[in-house]
């Protein structure tokens, strides 16, 4: 890709900008592309969770391993000072009262909670790093993405500056 610093460059930028349609179908193009390679660990989390033991009773309503797979997405921000991709696990307040289910079915330290109906409290564990393996196995592979992603997209600005 060249760059020139000259008026005519700049205004075959503008109007490839404008082409765009104020960068609507640009910007959603590229957060299409950098949500794309986080689909196969997104789908390996939710795995992990579904397939994580459960011995308690089904009381109705949704079940809580259901629901905090249910509360994991990707978010693409561009601007500001946390700009990225990254994965979240949303609070899960309405299943139990158990807001942090996502965060708590990850921790290798489990939780505690009291025994129903006693006043006896125990450690509980989930399925420790169900959550933090599959991101951490794919890290370089998302770098690359990314990188590649801003690369189209300078390069889809500059074949449309060239043409304009």
Do not use: C
């Not at 957060?31 to 033991?53: D, F, Y």
């Not at 249910?70 to 990254?86: C, D, E, H, M, P």
Request: glycine share 8%; net charge positive; hydrophobic share 40%.
């Amino acid at each position: 890709m060249e760059i020139r610093a000259d008026a005519e460059s700049l205004v075959a930028l503008g109007k490839a900008l404008r082409k765009e349609e104020d960068g609507k179908e640009l910007r959603r193009d590229l957060i299409r592309s950098l949500k794309k390679p986080l689909a196969p660990a997104v789908a390996e989390i939710k795995s992990g969770l579904l397939s994580m033991a459960s011995g308690g009773l089904r009381t109705g309503g949704e079940s809580l391993r259901r629901a905090a797979a249910r509360k994991i997405t990707t978010q693409v921000k561009l601007s500001g000072f946390a700009a990225g991709v990254r994965v979240r696990a949303r609070k899960t307040p309405a299943v139990r009262g158990f807001a942090n289910a996502p965060k708590r079915l990850n921790s290798p330290k489990g939780w505690r909670r009291q025994v129903f109906g006693r006043d006896t409290w125990v450690v509980q564990f989930g399925k420790p790093h169900y959550f933090d393996d599959p991101l951490r196995e794919r890290r370089e592979e998302f770098r690359a993405a990314v990188v590649e992603a801003m690369n189209d997209t300078a390069a889809r600005l500059a074949a449309n500056a060239k043409r304009g």
